[in-house]
């Protein structure tokens, strides 16, 4: 028998048919697809719960912040030293406030409008953090700057720091008992808070605080007097027995034959705790300027 050719040869098509499922079985998967559709919904609403909680919660909290006032946000001042409260502190958490208002709550730009305006207000040396604790309270952290003397002009006493930083406060004269008044600067004040003020006599008087003020006897000076220090006229401390005590030069700046620092605060020692007072019990002026002795120098008094 001859075989058949490839030509010949006929190709065996096959045709693909699903499986017959029996009634029992289609029901039983129904019921599975059914459970498995609800699982999968389950899911997804627990996962959209769980994505939205935080928003709403972020949403309720900014609705919530909407409804107070800016007045009655309550501002704190971490570690704010005693002479900050009342009217200073007043006035800084009014600038808070400010800032606040028409503002919408928890965004950065708020707490940054808050850290530039009482940065700028020229009470701080530096601020280290503004955050908005609850929806009703601000905290602040910052370093507050160190209010160190006055510094007398016809229209006022000018507080400034150790450095001769102008701060932000002029006192009506003689009234700013707590501070020691540095008297007849050359220069008048700068222009604007924040600046140091011009002039090297101001700066020996603040040099001369510093030395004093740890002194038990601090608070017997009331004043420092640098009248025509730039020409050479020695400084004075005027104390609160009405008597003027000339001191001389700035501290580290004694000329040869001019008594040492330390030894001027020996004089003052002494007399403070032999006598009371730095002025010795005497109601003339005292010059603590020689190395060898106290010169008492009788003064017109109504000068």
């Known amino acids: 028998m001859a075989k058949r050719s490839g030509a010949n040869r006929k190709k065996t098509k096959r ?13 039983t998967l129904w019921r599975a697809s059914v ?18 909680v935080p928003e709403l919660k972020a949403y309720a909290s900014q609705q919530a912040a909407r409804e107070i006032p800016a007045a009655k946000v309550e501002v704190e001042f971490t570690d704010a030293p005693a002479w900050v409260a009342g009217e200073l502190q007043e006035r800084l958490e009014m600038d808070v406030r400010t800032a606040l208002q028409g503002t919408e709550p928890f965004r950065q730009d ?26 009703d309270l601000i905290e602040v952290t910052g370093v507050f700057v160190d209010p160190y003397a006055v510094v007398r002009q016809p229209d006022g006493d000018y507080l400034v720091d150790p450095y001769g930083y102008l701060l932000p406060r002029r006192f009506p004269v003689g009234t700013a008992d707590r501070f020691i ?6 220069f008048p004040p700068p222009g604007h808070a924040g600046t140091q003020w011009e002039g090297v006599d101001l700066m020996a008087a603040l040099g001369l605080i510093r030395l004093i003020d740890e002194q038990p006897w ?10 025509d220090h730039l020409r050479g006229e020695p400084m004075r401390l005027l104390t609160d027995a009405e008597t003027q005590i000339i001191w001389g030069s700035a501290p580290g700046e004694e ?11 020996l004089y003052l020692d002494n007399f403070y705790h032999n006598h009371g007072h730095i002025n010795g019990g005497y109601r003339d002026d005292l010059d603590i300027t020689s190395h060898y002795e106290v010169v008492i120098t009788r003064r017109n008094r109504g000068n």
């Not at 045709?15 to 029901?27: C, D, G, H, T, V």
């Not at 000329?255 to 605060?265: G, Q």
């Open 181 to 186: 008044t540095i008297l007849n600067v050359r």
């Open 110 to 135: 708020d707490l940054r409008r808050i850290y530039n305006a009482l940065l700028h207000s020229g009470w701080f040396e530096s601020i280290e953090q503004v955050r908005r604790r609850r929806v």
């Open 255 to 265: 000329a040869n034959l001019e008594a040492t620092v330390d030894r001027k605060l």
């Open 218 to 227: 601090r608070d017997q000076v009331t004043a420092i007097d640098v009248k």
């Open 35 to 52: 459970a498995a559709a609800w699982l999968l919904l389950l899911v997804a609403i627990i996962g959209a719960w769980s994505y939205g």
């Open 15 to 27: 045709n693909w048919k699903l499986p017959e499922i029996s009634l029992p079985e289609r029901a």
